[in-house]
């Protein structure tokens, strides 16, 4: 698969999210490691956005609408 | 008969033609579980009074006639995510949860109990099933998983105490969990085989929920066959499980004379460590007596980082609750204790996305699968870490695993096998991959495979059997 570089502004965005939640009960050390897994996080889904999807791409699972039995 | 390293088959026919009971059979397993199970840090809970119960129960019903079929009165364990009523705790390997019971059985357990079987163990697992980001082995309130092959040796994750359970003879077989390698990976680090069967193929009421898209029970054993025969006793549908499909499934690995199809994906083991991919190219050599096999190449796709964009997704909302209230700070493992608070990182759309791709990769893995028996691979791309060592992890993306990136986003089933031993003295392990619903298939591959190599009959040195 090729690579795409993730973007640097979007892992600190997404890194303010979690701390603003969080960020109270972590130490600066664990800070720090949260921050480096959102940034893998932020690799990770900027390699799904390497697949162009179109309208018809599906999720690959169904609803099923539920009725009790009888 | 020392019954220890026997296969249910070599078991069952002892226990139907009453040379040895159900009862024995218990204790000697007990007491094997009792005794060695702390070594490898391999046991929650010894269920000493139920498993007395059931096997005299199983063998009042021998003695009247009333054999139920290979499981009946055979001792097996349960990974402690599955639920168990009678006041046996089921702790998910968590300090925090340490007390938790439930009201009943697990299905899986229900349908084992139906078979005849006897629970003696409910054993030792990674914390939530490893689903909050653990990097090494001491990630379980009951320790860190020890592999009977080495002292030092990881048993593997997060199925732990299943794997080395079955690979020190504490128990003949056992059930463990897989939502991204967690079966086959403690098969690969302790020697012994492990089935996960298709996604909805057995039922997960009962058990905890990691992955609710992922999750599969399946049983690890010390041959194919012995898988093949658990699986035909677990599988099937349950109206307290909507996934488990309405598709019956009866064990039949064929007459044993067939060639098989095999295909390797290009490439798949050039990460791997050198001793895995020392035996694995041994392995491909072997594959010619009973099969051929041929190179493949596949659709180019970002198989890892759709599994493990589910995967944190469904843990971090199956674990909301834990995390947002904090009570994963009791856990064990430091890392787990706040690395999942990365996950609200994660959007929705990120989720979704992951979600429309996974139909990509099932069309994929079809596609490819349809020419072959099964796609062939390492079971595990590294052997047994030193328990006081970071360990790889393609859940974690810091090393690729293509297959198990594939096969659990496309629920297929695969089996691992033994396949050697490094100069380390560590076992290493061979995979086969199949269609969606093709475990006959893979286990007659399996089984196949264990008819032309010794592997699986190599066991542990220190804990060889003395009566």
Same mark, same amino acid.
């Given at each position: 698969m090729s690579e795409a570089a993730s973007d640097p502004t979007e892992v600190e965005l997404r890194f303010a999210l979690v701390r603003r939640r969080y960020g109270d009960r972590l130490t600066p050390e664990q800070l720090d490691e949260v921050r480096r897994a959102v940034g893998a996080i932020v690799e990770m889904v900027t390699a799904l956005r390497t697949v162009r999807l179109t309208?018809?791409?599906? %999720?690959g699972q169904r609803f099923v609408p539920f009725r009790a039995a009888e | 008969m020392t019954p220890v390293f026997r296969s249910i088959r070599e078991l069952a026919e002892a226990v139907r033609t009453r040379q040895v009971s159900p009862v024995e059979l218990a204790e000697v397993f007990l007491e094997r579980l009792e005794r060695l199970g702390p070594r490898y840090n391999a046991?929650?809970?010894?269920t000493r009074q139920r498993a007395l119960a059931e096997a005299r129960r199983a063998e009042a019903e021998i003695a009247a006639g009333?054999?139920?079929? %290979?499981?009946?009165?055979i001792p097996y364990g349960v990974k402690d995510l599955l639920a168990t009523g009678?006041?046996?705790?089921?702790?998910?390997? !968590?300090a925090p949860l340490r007390a938790q019971t439930f009201d009943a059985d697990a299905t899986v357990v229900r349908r084992l109990e139906r078979a005849g079987a006897v629970l003696v163990a409910k054993l030792a697992m990674v914390e939530l099933a490893g689903?909050?980001?653990?990097?090494? %082995?001491?990630?379980?309130f009951t320790g860190p998983g020890i592999s009977p092959w080495g002292r030092d040796a990881w048993s593997g994750g997060s199925s732990s105490g299943s794997g080395s359970a079955v690979a020190a003879g504490l128990v003949p077989f056992a059930i463990g969990s897989e939502t991204w390698g967690s079966i086959l990976s403690p098969a690969a680090n302790c020697g012994v085989c492990g089935l996960r069967p298709t996604?909805?193929?057995?039922?997960?009421?009962?058990a905890m929920a990691l992955g609710w898209t992922l999750d599969k029970l399946g049983p690890l054993g010390l041959t194919a066959d012995d898988c093949g025969l658990v699986l035909d006793a677990i599988a099937g549908s349950d109206p307290h499980d909507?996934?488990?499909?309405?598709r019956p499934f009866r064990y039949d690995p064929g007459d044993g004379g067939r060639r098989f199809r095999f295909g390797v994906i290009r490439g798949? /083991?050039?990460? &791997?460590e050198e001793a895995v991919q020392e035996a694995f190219s041994r392995s491909l050599e072997l594959l010619g007596r009973i099969g051929s096999v041929e190179e493949i190449t596949l659709a180019d796709l970002p198989y890892e980082a759709i599994t493990r964009t589910i995967l944190l997704a469904e843990a971090a909302s199956a674990f909301e609750d834990m995390i947002e209230s904090g /009570?994963? !700070?009791?856990?064990? /493992?430091p890392e787990d204790r706040?690395?999942?608070?990365?996950?609200? &990182?994660?959007l929705a759309k990120d989720y979704i996305r992951a979600l429309r791709l996974r139909a990509f990769v099932g069309r994929e893995a079809d596609r490819v699968l349809s020419g072959f028996d099964a796609l062939v691979a390492p079971?595990? %791309?590294?052997?047994a870490s030193p328990l006081d060592r970071e360990f790889r992890s393609a859940a974690r993306g810091n090393v690729p695993d293509v297959m198990g990136a594939i096969g659990n986003a496309a629920g297929l089933p695969a089996i691992a096998v033994p396949n050697g031993t490094t100069a380390g003295g560590l076992p290493t392990s061979l995979q086969f991959m199949g269609r969606a619903w093709a475990e006959n298939t893979i286990l007659a591959a399996a089984g196949a495979w264990q008819r032309v190599t010794d592997y699986h009959l190599h066991h542990p040195p220190e804990v060889s059997y003395s009566a």
């Open positions: 309208n018809a791409d599906e %999720p | 046991v929650v809970a010894v009333g054999w139920r079929g %290979p499981l009946h009165g009678g006041g046996i705790p089921t702790t998910w390997g !968590a689903g909050m980001g653990y990097r090494q %082995p001491n990630a379980s996604y909805g193929r057995v039922s997960r009421h009962g909507p996934t488990a499909v309405e798949v /083991a050039e990460s &791997a /009570a994963i !700070a009791g856990l064990t /493992a706040f690395t999942a608070y990365a996950r609200d &990182a994660i079971g595990r %791309p590294a052997v």
